[in-house]
């Protein structure tokens, strides 16, 4: 079954964590919907008392698999003596697909219950509720980022080796600020996923089949993508399994990971530090999924083969100097971990749509070109 095919009401979020706002009885929208004012402000009258959003103009719309809309909301006194802005990003699953996936309820258990938690700069966020019925609805209404006067990251925008070392930089004091802290412990947020123990990682590939399938008739992905894999594509799959197996039998202190971190889920604040802003993938994991996917993503395959190891060396001593212990070595890092995690970015890239709004096919030909150099496919067994 494909994402387009789910059951909408299937229960497919494990973990029925309470929603924050018992007195919302009625579900989230789900579908194709656009809200209102009168939605808008009902809903965070749920936790603003008395807020009444008095009219909405939605200023931009994306909608991929996630809807998005920066939005412009007159609110009444009690909604500006609450400090609501007038700009809002409203964040949630409207676009009539991937139902069959917990990513939106993840994201506002994330926001509401961890990002005041951590270290790392994080998007505001004003409102965050979900459904408790195992549909796995979310919704999260955050500050429009634009206002900060930074600006969005993009997968295909050329960082250079300064730049990606800075990001590095911002990338060890996300994952050191809750290293191996109570806080993210299953007894502690059972809400949380660990890292490829969860059908929306374990099973990505059989999930995206369909769209792993639309690019392979693509002539312009055919023409960078290794012939082996052509060949046969389902080695991306039995390849991804065995990463899988190899992080599940791996031993090491577990921190927050984005789960999707390239260059295209960053935000670039005015001084240059970057803030991770999409979090449906957020797990309690290991930084090496992170690290190898924003690294090898971000670098051309020249800048790569002359800088990797190094840029690995110095993102392992930023993590130290953030506070992070028992943190495995450098060889082992380079050796064991990111050539199997390229594994990650080919499957995720080979069922990217460039209509969701990242460009596909330079990060294809970086991560295929990685996995032959690094030897990704061998070392999980093909």
Same mark, same amino acid.
């Given at each position: 079954?494909?994402?387009?095919?789910? +059951?909408?009401?299937?229960?497919?979020?494990?973990?029925?964590?309470?929603?924050?706002?018992?007195?919302?009885?009625?579900p989230?929208? %789900?579908?194709?919907?656009?809200?209102?004012?009168?939605?808008?402000?009902?809903?965070?009258?749920?936790?603003?008392?008395?807020?009444?959003?008095?009219?909405?103009?939605?200023?931009?719309?994306?909608?991929?698999?996630?809807?998005?809309?920066?939005?412009?909301? +007159?609110?009444?006194?009690?909604?500006?003596?609450?400090?609501?802005?007038?700009?809002?990003?409203?964040k949630?699953?409207?676009?009539?697909?991937?139902?069959?996936?917990?990513?939106?309820?993840?994201?506002?258990?994330?926001? %509401?219950?961890?990002?005041?938690?951590?270290?790392?700069?994080?998007?505001?966020?004003?409102?965050?509720?979900?459904?408790?019925?195992?549909?796995?609805?979310?919704?999260i209404?955050?500050?429009?980022?634009?206002?900060?006067?930074?600006?969005?990251?993009h997968?295909?925008q050329?960082?250079?080796v300064?730049?990606?070392?800075?990001?590095l930089?911002?990338?060890?004091k996300? %994952?050191?600020?809750?290293?191996?802290?109570?806080?993210?412990?299953?007894?502690?947020?059972?809400?949380?996923?660990?890292?490829?123990?969860?059908?929306?990682?374990y099973?990505?590939?059989?999930?995206?089949?369909?769209?792993?399938?639309?690019?392979?008739?693509?002539?312009?992905f055919?023409?960078i993508?290794?012939?082996h894999?052509l060949?046969?594509?389902?080695?991306?799959?039995?390849?991804?399994?065995?990463?899988?197996?190899?992080?599940?039998?791996?031993?090491?202190p577990?921190?927050?990971?984005?789960g999707?971190?390239?260059?295209?889920?960053?935000?670039?604040?005015?001084?240059?530090?970057?803030?991770?802003?999409?979090?449906?993938?957020?797990?309690?994991?290991?930084?090496?999924?992170?690290l190898?996917?924003?690294?090898?993503?971000?670098?051309?395959?020249? +800048?790569?083969?002359?800088?990797?190891?190094?840029?690995?060396?110095?993102?392992?001593?930023?993590?130290?100097k953030?506070?992070?212990?028992?943190?495995?070595?450098?060889?082992?890092?380079?050796?064991?971990?990111?050539?199997?995690?390229?594994?990650?970015?080919?499957?995720?890239w080979?069922?990217?749509?460039?209509?969701?709004?990242?460009?596909?096919?330079p990060?294809?030909e970086?991560?295929?070109?990685?996995?032959?150099?690094?030897?990704?496919w061998?070392?999980?067994?093909?």
């Amino acid at each position: 079954m494909n994402a387009a095919e789910a +059951e909408p009401d299937a229960v497919i979020d494990r973990h029925l964590v309470a929603r924050p706002y018992p007195a919302r009885t009625t579900p989230l929208p %789900h579908g194709r919907f656009t809200p209102d004012a009168e939605w808008l402000g009902s809903l965070m009258a749920h936790k603003y008392p008395g807020v009444v959003a008095q009219s909405m103009e939605v200023v931009q719309l994306f909608d991929s698999h996630t809807t998005k809309l920066r939005v412009a909301v +007159e609110w009444n006194d009690a909604g500006k003596a609450a400090g609501l802005p007038r700009n809002l990003c409203i964040k949630s699953n409207w676009s009539g697909m991937f139902d069959n996936v917990d990513i939106h309820a993840l994201e506002a258990r994330f926001y %509401h219950f961890l990002t005041s938690e951590m270290t790392a700069n994080t998007a505001t966020c004003y409102y965050a509720d979900w459904d408790d019925d195992g549909s796995a609805r979310g919704v999260i209404v955050l500050e429009d980022l634009n206002e900060r006067g930074g600006k969005f990251g993009h997968s295909t925008q050329h960082a250079g080796v300064d730049g990606v070392a800075s990001a590095l930089a911002d990338l060890a004091k996300l %994952h050191a600020g809750l290293w191996d802290s109570p806080l993210i412990t299953p007894d502690a947020a059972p809400w949380l996923p660990t890292s490829m123990h969860i059908p929306v990682d374990y099973d990505q590939v059989r999930i995206m089949w369909h769209w792993i399938g639309e690019n392979l008739k693509d002539p312009n992905f055919r023409a960078i993508a290794p012939q082996h894999y052509l060949d046969d594509p389902r080695r991306v799959e039995r390849a991804y399994d065995r990463l899988v197996d190899f992080e599940r039998a791996f031993d090491a202190p577990y921190c927050i990971i984005l789960g999707d971190c390239h260059q295209g889920n960053t935000y670039m604040l005015p001084n240059g530090e970057r803030m991770w802003v999409d979090w449906q993938l957020g797990r309690r994991g290991r930084p090496w999924r992170d690290l190898t996917y924003f690294t090898v993503g971000s670098l051309t395959i020249e +800048e790569r083969r002359h800088s990797h190891r190094d840029l690995i060396a110095h993102y392992r001593d930023c993590l130290i100097k953030e506070g992070a212990t028992n943190v495995i070595d450098l060889d082992t890092i380079w050796n064991e971990q990111i050539p199997r995690w390229v594994m990650y970015g080919i499957q995720a890239w080979v069922a990217n749509m460039d209509h969701w709004g990242q460009n596909g096919l330079p990060m294809n030909e970086r991560f295929f070109v990685a996995g032959e150099d690094l030897h990704s496919w061998t070392l999980l067994g093909e």
